[in-house]
């Protein structure tokens, strides 16, 4: 049970990497800011470094969805490994369709489900964690959807369509720009990394003194003047390139942000089967609070990086980005039930004028699905708000973040209400269903398989495995088919020559 633990520890991390990751660059990526390769690096240099600041979630998703000193070692560590044979499997087939699935909730309905299936017992589960761990993940769906639209219609009053022009960026970019990097400060910094004793003393002797209020009014203020120095002594060199140089710091924060939080995800079940079976001597209780080595850590983050250079990860960003497109008509999959409620909401949609720039290329030709200032949005309100709950120790869903982001902020711009705006809907709607019934999913599947390794020991390991892999081998053929169906670009199959 340990070594497959530590051998599906890796495999789980690059699925991690592959879907939640992905969703990382979804600002800078659509409005072609960097280069996708170039964007995944630099994203992954901050997941590395969030990664060694990851404790508070990881201790949550270790010891606080079920108890594992009220089980016997083998008994802990089938559930720890069934969370992996059944996470394995979902998200790669959630990857290969280019669909965004919340790696935390599939983690806490997999641990639920395998406890059940193990003692069959309701107590030892921790539902008031679970519980508060639900409610943060669908408060933090509300807030950035809220947050993402309030903020994008304000912002694009004042900007409009010119984000490079440079009477306009002078006028209004330095309050923005103040304003996006206060509140970056504020959750990265002083609440994200609260623990780390540079901060602490920081904020005992000056936020604490000027009280929060007053601080984040200084800090704009401050911020605001330095931005518009800097915009009078540059110029137009530094107006074009502004909001772009915001969704990449941005996107930076969200990465950091992700490694401190969705680590636990792929990382935490095979730290804590490995840690029991190294600790087996003090108990299982007294070896699920014992601390976890900073390298074990910074291992599992670059397993992440690797899950993001995938193509299925490519996919979940690319199918991200098309929702929220400013181009009218996009390729994307949705189904027909899903389009079908999207036209009726759209009944009741509000006339108004188009507020997104009109739809560019660049020089080689590919779309620019969002423009930088929309991209400095999607990248400043999800880093926020997963900063703000990996500080309280909650595990909250990077995907779920970023993907309201990107559906609110063109909610904000009007995006979704022309073109394929059924499309686009339908498909947001799509997601959301799996979701839902993707943690349902995972609670059945999980508890199934503990069951079955409870019962048939190395027999039931060897048959979950085996199934595992069935259903990644079926999901690819039938993924790559649903791929080239929806995306012609690509290079048919290959023909299959029958005997004359």
Not at 282 to 306: F, N, Q, R, Y
Not at 419 to 435: C, E, M, N, P, Q
Request: proline share 4%.
């Amino acid at each position: 049970l340990m070594i497959v633990a530590v051998g599906m520890l890796a495999w789980d991390c690059i699925e991690v990497g592959k879907n939640d990751a992905a969703n990382l660059i979804n600002g800078v990526f659509g409005a072609r800011v960097m280069s996708h390769r170039s964007a995944v690096w630099l994203a992954g240099l901050a997941v590395l470094a969030g990664a060694l600041f990851s404790s508070p979630v990881m201790e949550t998703a270790r010891n606080g969805i079920f108890e594992p000193g009220h089980l016997q070692l083998h008994q802990a560590m089938i559930v720890y490994v069934s969370a992996y044979v059944v996470d394995t499997a979902l998200l790669h087939a959630y990857s290969a369709y280019g669909m965004p699935v919340s790696t935390t909730a599939s983690l806490i309905f997999e641990l639920v489900g395998a406890a059940l299936g193990v003692s069959f017992s309701l107590g030892l589960v921790h539902w008031g964690k679970v519980g508060s761990v639900l409610n943060a993940i669908g408060v933090s769906i509300l807030l950035t959807g809220i947050a993402g639209f309030l903020v994008q219609r304000v912002f694009r009053a004042a900007i409009q369509d010119e984000h490079t022009d440079h009477l306009r960026v002078l006028l209004h970019g330095p309050w923005i720009a103040g304003l996006m990097l206060t509140w970056l400060s504020w959750f990265m910094i002083l609440k994200g990394m609260k623990a780390v004793p540079f901060i602490a003393s920081f904020r005992e002797h000056f936020v604490e003194r000027l009280g929060m209020g007053g601080f984040l009014l200084v800090a704009w203020g401050a911020l605001t003047l330095l931005i518009h120095v800097l915009v009078t002594i540059f110029q137009e060199r530094l107006t074009k390139r502004l909001f772009g140089i915001l969704a990449i710091l941005g996107m930076l924060c969200l990465a950091f942000a992700f490694g401190q939080n969705d680590l636990a995800n792929g990382a935490s079940p095979g730290l804590s089967a490995f840690w029991l079976w190294k600790h087996a001597d003090v108990g299982t209780a007294e070896a699920t609070k014992m601390s976890l080595p900073i390298w074990l850590l910074a291992v599992c983050g670059a397993m992440l990086v690797a899950g993001m250079l995938t193509p299925s990860a490519q996919r979940v960003t690319r199918a991200a980005v098309n929702t929220g497109s400013q181009f009218d008509h996009i390729a994307l999959y949705a189904p027909g039930w899903c389009k079908a409620i999207a036209r009726r909401l759209l009944r009741f949609r509000p006339a108004g004028p188009d507020l997104a720039p009109p739809p560019q290329r660049t020089d080689a030709g590919k779309r620019v699905h969002f423009d930088p200032l929309r991209a400095a949005v999607i990248m400043s309100v999800s880093a926020s708000v997963i900063a703000f709950a990996s500080s309280n120790g909650f595990p909250v869903s990077t995907t779920y973040v970023t993907f309201a982001a990107v559906v609110a902020t063109g909610m904000g711009d009007r995006t979704m209400a022309r073109g394929d705006a059924d499309l686009k809907i339908g498909r947001a709607i799509w997601v959301v269903f799996s979701w839902f019934f993707g943690g349902l999913l995972a609670l059945a599947a999980s508890a199934a398989v503990a069951w079955t390794l409870l019962k048939a020991g190395t027999a039931g390991l060897a048959v979950g495995l085996a199934a595992n892999l069935a259903l990644r081998a079926y999901v690819k053929i039938r993924a790559d088919r649903h791929e080239r169906q929806y995306h012609p670009k690509l290079p048919p199959e290959p023909a299959i020559e029958t005997p004359a």
